[in-house]
């Protein structure tokens, strides 16, 4: 859905870019750019349409801007932008039943499509098995996982979003990852 090829970092760090970005268009628009993808996944991973996941998407891009407006940059952009994001999700999961749907992850995670029907079937029923055993974990287990793929933030992130130690959310998302391993064979 949304596609920048271009770098909006090329010669420019972030923390130039944030303390223009509340005064300036092109500064804002760079950071955008620079967020928009990832940022866009992780919602899609949790909302019911691609239409829903831009939606958030912009409304988080609009509470961050207030937001940065306000009270100045934060000193982790990338995980107070996600932290927002998150926060959205909670809310809107609090509307319906919270899910991270395997077909919602981006494409780039999906394993390659091919023409074959024996490989597509055998493809949809690996979905199909994955989808199932996500759906044993309690959510703040399967949050962690949209936080690592869907949205590709680093530990170090992921703890500032959910306000754990770096330390603690690696160690948790390899366990979650051991177990997944463990029971999707069992599936």
């Known amino acids: 859905m949304f596609s920048y090829n271009v770098d909006p970092m090329e010669g420019i760090d972030e923390v130039t870019l944030l303390r223009s970005a509340a005064t300036d268009p092109a500064s804002w628009e760079r950071l955008y750019r620079l967020y ?3 940022l866009y996944q992780y919602v899609r991973a949790h909302v019911g349409s691609d239409d829903d996941a831009a939606d958030m998407t912009q409304q988080v891009f609009l509470q961050a801007f ?3 407006k306000q009270s100045g940059p934060p000193q982790h952009f990338a995980a107070w932008l996600f932290t927002i994001a998150f926060h959205l999700v909670v809310n809107a999961s609090r509307r319906q039943r919270a899910t991270v749907s395997v077909e919602r992850l981006p494409e780039s995670l999906h394993p390659t499509a091919s023409v074959d029907p024996e490989s597509l079937f055998l493809q949809q ?3 199909a098995s994955l989808t199932a055993v996500l759906a044993q974990l309690p959510s703040h287990k399967r949050e962690l996982i949209a936080l690592r793929f869907a949205a590709c933030l680093s530990s170090e992130e992921i703890a500032l979003v959910v306000g754990k130690k770096p ?3 690696k160690k948790q998302i ?4 051991h177990w997944l ?3 999707y064979h069992d599936a």
């Open 181 to 183: 391993k463990e029971h």
């Open 36 to 38: 928009v993808r990832r």
């Open 174 to 177: 390899t366990r979650i990852l």
């Open 66 to 68: 207030v937001a940065l």
């Open 125 to 127: 029923e690996t979905r």
């Open 167 to 169: 330390e603690a959310v």
